[in-house]
Nanobody
Framework: LGLAASGGALVQPGGSLRLSCATSEFALEDYAVGWFRQAPGEEREGVACIDSTGSTIDYADSVKDRFSIARTNTKEVVVLQMNRLLPEDTGFYYC????????????????WGQGTQVTVSS
């Protein structure tokens, strides 16, 4: 469905990044959106997810109090604000969309876009 993730970069530990997820092919406001990441040799894991209304938000324990997911005022972009980044946050970050939100797991999301690389290193 043409989801596009952007904002990945090389950043030093302790730094911040803001990832964005958008599409011009459907109304993102009608979908739950999740951010997932995958490091080399590891399984894809859910980082943060938000339902279509914004009333349900879930975070992985490893990113709670550091990352926040939100819809912009237009509701057509979902951002992931990542603060106090750690080397273990390194990975390829994907955004995905689902018509019905259940859990922040990749199997619950049917629409995926190309990801963006986040590297946390000094």
């Amino acid at each position: 469905l043409g989801l596009a993730a952007s904002g990945g970069a090389l950043v030093q530990p302790g730094g911040s990044l803001r990832l964005s997820c958008a599409t011009s092919e459907f109304a993102l406001e009608d979908y739950a959106v999740g951010w997932f990441r995958q490091a080399p040799g590891e399984e894809r894991e859910g980082v943060a997810c938000i339902d279509s209304t914004g009333s349900t938000i879930d975070y992985a324990d490893s990113v709670k109090d550091r990352f926040s997911i939100a819809r912009t005022n237009t509701k057509e972009v979902v951002v992931l604000q990542m603060n106090r980044l750690l080397p273990e946050d390194t990975g390829f970050y994907y955004c995905a969309a689902a018509l019905m939100y259940g859990q922040c797991v990749s199997s619950d999301f049917e629409n995926w876009g190309q990801g963006t690389q986040v590297t946390v290193s000094s």
